[in-house]
């Protein structure tokens, strides 16, 4: 799956300027495994030089992952590695153990034999399906077929019919796509959500606390100035936001930042000295530049997107960020960002 989002210039002016600069597609199954790395439900399975999860979206889980992908989705790793578990099955590795033996003593799966789990073999759609299922309270005997659940889980919007029996490729993305949606479906017998239920029982992430989105201010030869906004249903919002570290396509990006709602209205004053104009980013608690060789951006680049004919190369920048909140707490965001260039056009 995969959208396009238009950024539009984020100035107050005279009249409304486009940036030729366009959210460039994102996987919704990259999107769900951001979303769930942040809740603290998805791990990657390595880090990049820059210390960002690599999620390794393609490749294949096997059913010990599988398991343990679900005990992380319900919140429960704490409670499965501080647990002490029996089961019978003879062939799960010390590492996968509390994971298994927590979702077996909750009912959650079961072994291919009475002894073996098969803790290697690989995680098909309609076993994580099923396990899905039973963490949200449906029962395999009753409720649904195991060798069937899409058709429960398209019922309750999980999935919408991209599984079936003729499913042969499940993959890691396919695990942090199911997850995400998840998140949203009722628990049997009940009105709550799994989020909801995860919310009540304390599993509430930081990140959470701002909730913000970026846009694209201007774009110039070598340039691009992002400003960050918080999103009108924002629980809270930060008094402070740095970009430490920044990298567009694995190359390193010079930041000039401004890093409070006081200091961005500062540059914007400056601004519309020099441009003789008004110029104002609304509730924008942070403004930043980055700086970089857009050439070898764009050879580096590994992914293009086409628009009205032409191609691009997909800029994907990297940003380690510290929101600062109200009450001082410190916040880390790793931010993704996709984009390509079109043209230039902007004042900052």
């Known amino acids: 799956m995969k959208r396009i989002i238009s950024v539009l210039l984020a100035l107050v002016l005279s009249l409304s300027l486009a940036v030729p600069v366009w959210a460039a597609p994102a996987a919704g199954e ?15 399975t390595d880090t990049d030089e820059m210390g960002f999860p690599v999620f390794s979206l393609d490749h294949s889980a096997n059913r010990a992952q599988g398991v343990t992908m679900l005990v992380r989705l ?4 704490e409670a499965s590695l501080g647990g002490t578990w029996e089961t019978p099955f003879q062939d799960v ?7 298994v033996g927590y979702a077996y003593a909750n009912g959650l799966t079961q072994g291919k034999s009475e002894t073996v789990f098969d803790p290697d073999g690989t995680l098909r759609a309609q076993e994580y399906l099923t396990f899905v299922l039973r963490a949200l309270g449906y029962d395999s005997e009753s409720d649904f077929a195991w060798d069937s659940p899409w058709t429960l889980s398209d019922e309750l919007g999980i999935t919408q019919g991209e ?9 890691r993305g396919d695990v942090a796509w199911i997850s ?13 959500t799994l989020e909801e239920a995860l919310a009540q029982a304390g599993h509430v992430y930081e990140a959470g606390r701002c909730l913000w989105r970026e846009e694209c201010v201007t774009n110039r030869e070598d340039t691009m100035v992002f400003s960050f906004t918080p999103d009108g249903d924002s629980p ?20 000039e930042a401004y890093e409070t709602p006081e200091q961005v209205k500062e540059q914007c004053r400056k601004v519309s000295q020099r441009e003789d104009q008004t110029v104002t980013l609304p509730d924008a608690f942070a403004l930043v530049y980055l ?3 857009e050439d070898k951006a764009e050879a580096a680049a590994t992914e293009t997107v086409s628009a009205e004919g032409a191609t691009y190369p997909v800029l994907t920048f990297q940003l380690r960020c510290v929101g600062q909140l109200e009450d001082g707490t410190q916040v880390e965001e790793l931010v993704v960002m996709d984009y390509y260039i079109d043209g230039y056009a902007g004042v900052f």
């Not at 319900?74 to 790793?77: A, H, P, R, S, T």
């Not at 998140?183 to 009105?191: N, P, R």
């Not at 936001?241 to 694995?250: E, I, K, R, S």
Request: proline content about 4%; aromatic content about 14%.
């Open 291 to 293: 700086t970089f060789d």
């Open 30 to 44: 990259e999107d769900a495994a951001w979303q769930l790395y942040h809740m603290g439900l998805f791990q990657g």
């Open 236 to 255: 809270e919002e930060y008094v402070r936001f740095q970009v430490t570290q920044a990298a567009v396509n694995g190359l390193p990006c010079q930041i």
């Open 74 to 77: 319900l919140g429960q790793e």
């Open 163 to 171: 599984y079936s029996g003729a499913t042969t490729d499940f993959d």
């Open 180 to 192: 995400q949606k998840a998140l949203s479906a009722v628990l049997k017998g009940t009105e709550q």
């Open 93 to 99: 590795p010390d590492w996968a153990a509390p994971y």
